[in-house]
């Protein structure tokens, strides 16, 4: 029984990631050595500009991420204030709204006639800068913020008590030992900038796309598969690359640094600090609220005037040449396929993490890095992948709907794993020899241990896949049948086409899509913060 | 009851259990004595069944233990730091044991109440654990590895995170708690005031090895080597040699009965209570430092090469910079051959 239930956690999520992630993977590669598209791709100048631009507003955009996120994360970290935990979790609102809301709500933010017409921008690569920035805030107040909390202000004090002025003392002390936390947040919006693919195609013009859209567009626009897969390896190489520095750069992160428990090192603000407090939080809170809320707004005005006919649109039980199908249709997908994705995502992600977290070792070490693939992979290689793999294997995937929750759910497994791994492993294996030793067989340590003290991170990973799923644009909108469409999906069809109501329904969907993401995120906060408080 | 040969527990090229032979009796007390990092914990763990060893073989009432699992070995083990369920309340931590022996409820509600009454948390029952005090915890993790009346308790360090008031109330509660139950204990601890206090045995361990095995009164007053007197807080060891006609020491000559041959270089410890205050005492000194520890005063002699310690009633010891006569108890001199 044990020794099958051992192969059963190993062999499933290996089976699962090799069949709907590593084969489309090599078949994307074998796509991209036929007909010389590889080398044509190499000597394209249209490309290599596309290249170019990939990097340098990923960079720019980074930067100016870490601008607007640095004195947020100090503010979390260090200060007690009224409504920090919301706070914490609104902050965390942008990152895991669909990039097609953002999208939508920074459309509606720079049309003409919109709050920020006068920058006189629309369509570009302003409103894509100001769009990623506002998307992966969130990743600088909390990795950076989060360790920064961690962080002993202890050694600060020492510094000033032994004559450091505080600048000195945050130059001296804090910033180094915060030093690679921030390196690690920047890379990882580098990394999200850098495989950006909903915000550029919807936001930005033709004259400044990424490698990710070009490999849409050469796949669903121009049908060139080998071109698209081309592209798609060499975004592959460019991204394990960076990830490999990122690895790096964690190790060292992991050497020794004297962490003490959050609330001892964070305190209400005094004096001028007061101001600092106040007015940090009222800027990001307009930068990151300000754009949903003239989303929501502006979703229930249509010509000018307040009216719900947008919404209304959407109840309408006929089909529109937009959507081929009712518009709520593409909410009870969207429902359908986020339930299904999570849980296979819960079940072959948590299977996973029983075995990362059990025993540290090479062989864990490699399942884990394996598993974090799709991480690093975007969500549009996986759907080229999906596209170009799964169409002549055993069962003819490509015209079955379940290939939109498959999809979704490689895109969704690292969530899963990154939520329990660290709940597994945080269990002081004591508690195991404990029950042990007071007559648990092995079997029974699992279910009287690990599985209460983790069922929340369980919980947790189900949520966060569930909002991956809602949200997931790229790897859908390579696989989702026509008449079949998801929320992302038809949103993106709206925007497309002109008029007033089309428009107005995209903005109504987003505002729906918004709450029900928000509502589960403020779930997995409430349920992430009772956890701690309690153990 | 309990009986250990020649354990041994390798991990990868170090060892830290090196060789281990061990008894333990019914009803027996038995602390095993050492610094941090000596294998003590491993050794415990491996009595559990948690470790298996690499070598050797551990026995219950002659039943080899080697195939029997941790889940079967019915032995209480209270874990350093207690290792309790945080996800559990009291009760459900104390309960846990009686659980997995398939216990029925209202016989398993009973014992919980037995046995918390037993170390005083009745009132306790349905708190979390998180919340508790460090003595109540070590309580929780004491009445859960009762509960399921093991056939041996194990316990290790069980009073080393608490605060000096707790530690000797729990002390004397723990030793009056192993006499009323008869229950055969191993004891792990650094401390030797604590291994003094309650068991009938101490094993002494350093890296693996057993340096010494005996009654408390033996191991204290004749340490086995310098090393064990140095582990006691006896010390420091100075240069001797043995002559002829007694003990050539800093202080002058000791008569001794000289079981380490004569005309050769021997190490040197007094024992605390081999100094004492003598006016008319052979050797001289000045008092330079004068410690204050409540009933008693700890006085440091400088005798011209070695200073000595002395203790005396802090009521009428002598002042810093007044010069005092020793002597030194012979049977208090314990003399050690260089290696």
């Known amino acids: ?535 | 009851m309990l009986q250990i040969e020649h354990a041994v527990v390798r991990f990868g090229d170090a060892t830290a259990v090196d060789g281990i032979d061990l008894d333990v009796g019914a009803g027996e007390t038995v602390a095993i004595l050492g610094p941090s990092g000596c294998g003590k914990t491993t050794l415990l763990r491996s009595i559990a069944g948690l470790q298996p060893i690499t070598t050797g073989r551990i026995t219950w009432c002659g039943e080899d233990l080697a195939r029997v699992p941790p889940h079967r070995r019915r032995f209480g083990l209270m874990f350093q730091e207690y290792a309790l369920f945080p996800h559990r309340d009291v009760a459900g931590n104390v309960e846990f044991g009686l659980r997995m022996a398939r216990i029925g409820r209202d016989q398993r509600r009973r014992r919980v109440t037995e046995v918390l009454e037993l170390v005083g948390l009745t009132d306790l029952a349905g708190r979390r654990v998180a919340g508790l005090s460090g003595g109540e915890q070590q309580r929780v993790a004491l009445a859960r590895a009762l509960a399921v009346e093991p056939r041996l308790l194990m316990l290790d360090e069980p009073l080393g995170a608490l605060d000096r008031p707790w530690r000797e109330r729990l002390l004397r509660e723990i030793r009056s708690l192993l006499d009323r139950t008869a229950l055969p204990a191993l004891y792990v601890t650094h401390d030797h005031e604590e291994a003094f206090a309650l068991a009938d045995r101490i094993v002494v361990m350093r890296s693996g090895r057993v340096v010494q095995a005996g009654a408390a009164a033996d191991v204290w007053r004749h340490p086995a080597d310098v090393w064990t007197a140095d582990f006691l807080g006896f010390g420091p060891a100075v240069e001797a040699a043995v002559g002829s006609d007694g003990l050539v020491t800093p202080w002058g000559l000791l008569a001794v009965d000289a079981a380490v041959g004569t005309d050769r270089a021997v190490r040197v410890v007094l024992r605390p209570d081999a100094v004492r205050l003598d006016g008319a005492g052979a050797v001289r000194g000045t008092i330079v430092h004068r410690a204050f520890a409540g009933d008693r005063a700890e006085l440091t002699v400088e005798t011209g090469r070695v200073q000595l310690r002395v203790r005396t009633p802090d009521r009428d010891a002598p002042d810093v910079g007044d010069s005092v006569g020793l002597s030194i108890e012979p049977d208090g001199v314990l003399v050690y051959p260089v290696a």
């Open chain 1, 1 to 535: 029984m044990t020794r099958v239930w051992r192969a059963v956690r190993v062999v499933i999520p290996i089976g699962f990631l090799g069949v709907f992630f590593v084969w489309p993977v090599v078949a994307i590669i074998a796509r991209s050595l036929t007909a010389d598209a590889l080398r044509h791709v190499l000597a394209d100048h249209g490309l290599r500009h596309v290249a170019w631009f990939t990097l340098w507003q990923a960079a720019i955009a980074t930067g100016l991420t870490l601008v607007v996120g640095l004195p947020a994360a100090y503010v979390v970290a260090r200060y007690q204030f009224w409504g920090k935990r919301l706070f914490r979790a609104f902050v965390t609102v942008p990152f895991v709204l669909p990039t097609v809301v953002v999208a939508t709500a920074f459309l509606v933010l720079f049309r003409p006639g919109g709050a920020l017409s006068f920058l006189g921008w629309q369509r570009g690569v302003g409103p894509l800068l100001v769009a990623e920035v506002f998307f992966n805030v969130a990743v600088i107040v909390r990795t950076v913020g989060g360790f920064w909390s961690y962080l002993d202000p202890r050694r600060a004090d020492a510094a000033r008590v032994l004559g450091a002025s505080r600048a000195r003392a945050f130059r001296e002390v804090t910033l180094p030992a915060l030093g690679p936390s921030i390196a690690a947040a920047a890379s990882i919006v580098f990394l999200f900038t850098f495989t950006a693919f909903g915000l550029v195609l919807l936001i930005s013009d033709p004259a400044h796309s990424t490698l990710e859209v070009e490999i849409y567009r050469q796949a669903n626009e121009l049908l060139d598969f080998p071109t698209a897969a081309a592209i798609a390896l060499v975004q592959i190489v460019a991204v394990f690359s960076l990830l490999l520095v990122l690895a790096r750069m964690q190790e060292r992160r992991a050497v020794a640094q004297r962490l003490v428990a959050a609330r001892d090192t964070s305190r209400r603000a005094r004096g001028w600090e007061r101001l600092v407090v106040g007015g940090v939080l009222g800027a990001t809170a307009v930068f990151l609220g300000g754009p949903l809320l003239v989303l929501a707004l502006e979703s229930l005005r249509l010509g000018g005037s307040w009216s719900l006919a947008s919404y209304r649109a959407l109840g309408s039980s006929t089909a529109t040449d937009t959507l081929y199908v009712p518009a709520w249709q593409a909410l009870r997908n969207s429902l359908e396929f986020a339930a299904l994705a999570a849980t296979i995502a819960v079940v072959v992600g948590g299977l996973a993490s029983v075995v990362i977290a059990s025993r540290p070792g090479r062989a864990t070490r490699a399942m884990d890095t394996f598993l974090m693939l799709p991480l690093g992979t975007s969500a549009v290689t996986v759907g080229l992948g999906f596209l170009v793999a799964l169409d002549r294997w055993p069962v003819d995937l490509r015209a079955k709907a379940v290939l939109v929750p498959l999809a979704q759910a490689v895109v969704a497994i690292p969530f899963v794993i990154r939520a329990v791994v660290p709940a597994l492993r945080s269990i002081d294996p004591r508690l195991r020899d404990a029950a042990r030793a007071l007559g648990a067989p092995p079997s029974r340590v699992w279910r009287e241990v690990d599985l209460p003290i983790a069922m929340r991170a369980f919980l947790v990973g189900f949520g966060f896949a569930a909002a991956v799923s809602l949200g997931e644009f790229g790897a859908t909108l390579f696989v989702a049948r026509p008449e079949s469409p998801t929320i992302p999906i038809a949103i993106s069809r709206f925007l497309a086409r002109p008029g007033e109501l089309n428009i107005g329904q995209a903005m109504a969907m987003s505002t729906v899509l918004m709450v029900v993401t928000g509502a589960v995120v403020l779930a997995i906060e409430h349920v992430q913060v009772r956890q701690i408080g309690e153990l």
